[in-house]
């Protein structure tokens, strides 16, 4: 049976439009950092890259190299863990410039990915569809843990209206928000879909304010 992370991690991503606390285990996936406005032309090439090993990881059945625990499955939705860089955070927040952005661009693989195999899928990538920017992607396992989410339909740039309600929860909780890294998981296709319905899952870590 084929694995579809929107029927079996609905909980993960498809959150609702309120926050919840929730804990979010170790995932492996291929990731990518880099920095600079999403809005311009560049930003594309490291979806790209990220969406090339993705499929090339689901692909490997029926081009004759995959595991031997391979099973059928929907690829992940891309996923973005944003911060801003340290000379930016010096300066006023109405001084904020979306060139000052870092970001580490992720998609989550499937629990057979081993490191080994993940070596081999970017290899076989580079022949394929060769891109400079392979050179820069890595294998991970990465945890947020105990971590606020929820989701937010709209603009990206409206989405400090959601942080706020999702601080208040955390608050709460009598927890606080780690840091102002965030995560964001994008379930809709900017290039398709009006500003206005975008579909975006929030999260951020927690710690105990104590």
Same mark, same amino acid.
């Given at each position: 049976m084929k694995h579809d992370w929107k029927k079996t991690e609905e909980s993960i991503y498809l959150p609702k439009t309120e926050p919840v606390f929730i804990k979010i285990p170790p995932f492996k996936f291929f990731t990518i950092e880099g920095k600079g406005n999403p809005n311009d032309k560049f930003f594309a090439d490291y979806i790209g890259v990220l969406y %090339?090993? !993705?499929? /090339?990881v689901k692909m490997s059945s029926k081009n004759g190299f995959a595991p031997q625990n391979y099973f059928e499955y929907t690829v992940y939705p891309l996923e973005g863990v944003w911060d801003i860089s340290e000379e930016a955070k010096k300066r006023p927040i109405e001084e904020f410039d979306k060139s000052t952005l870092v970001f580490n661009l992720m998609i989550r693989q499937p629990e057979f990915v081993s490191e080994d195999f993940a070596k081999d #899928? &970017? #290899?076989r990538t580079k022949k394929k569809k060769p891109h400079p920017l392979l050179d820069k992607v890595k294998f991970e396992v990465i945890s947020d843990g105990d971590c606020i989410q929820m989701m937010h339909i709209g603009s990206y740039d409206n989405e400090? /209206? %959601?942080f706020k309600k999702m601080e208040? *929860?955390?608050? /709460?909780l009598n927890l606080a928000r780690e840091s102002k890294i965030h995560r964001e &998981? *994008?379930?809709s296709d !900017? +290039? +398709? #879909?009006s500003p206005d319905k975008l579909k975006t899952v929030l999260r951020f870590k927690t710690k105990s304010q104590f």
């Open positions: %090339s090993l !993705a499929y /090339g #899928v &970017i #290899v400090p /209206g %959601s208040e *929860y955390c608050h /709460g &998981i *994008y379930l !900017a +290039r +398709r #879909v």
